[in-house]
């Protein structure tokens, strides 16, 4: 028995090959092949390497271009403006030290310097950003 199962076997692996032939056997190897692969891509690189250097023997044009004008400073402010702006801390610490100066005299000494110090602070802070503003 086992050799009919054996036998029953034998015809049905001949049907499953197939007959190669040298011609054949050489189209599958060079179709399979990974270095005729890497051989083909190479040979496109180096066919685009030619062609971007071809390229550069092609006419550039670049151009710049620009236009200045500067005879006078252009401003929307007045001379009496830019003065405001420019002097706006002195002239709030001034403004709020007439109005405190009742008040502040019945401080002590040391308050009153902190707050003379810190005031001329303020003054110059006020002018830092009005300045700013004009040369923006």
Not at 32 to 47: H, T
Not at 110 to 120: G, H, K, N, V
């Amino acid at each position: 028995m086992a050799m009919l199962g054996l036998l029953m076997l034998l015809p049905m692996t001949a049907e499953a090959q197939t007959v190669l032939t040298l011609d054949s056997c050489r189209a599958m190897a060079l179709s399979n092949n990974k270095q005729m692969g890497v051989a083909r891509v190479k040979q496109e690189v180096n066919a685009n390497l030619r062609k971007s250097a071809r390229t550069k023997y092609l006419p550039q044009v670049n151009a710049l271009a620009g236009y200045e004008w500067m005879s006078r400073e252009v401003s929307i402010l007045n001379n009496e403006q830019k003065s405001v702006l420019s002097n706006m801390g002195t002239n709030a610490s001034t403004s709020l030290q007439s109005a405190l100066a009742p008040l502040v005299s019945q401080l002590p000494a040391e308050t009153q310097a902190r707050m003379a110090e810190d005031l001329s602070k303020f003054a110059g802070a006020l002018n830092q950003v009005g300045t700013g503003l004009l040369i923006a």
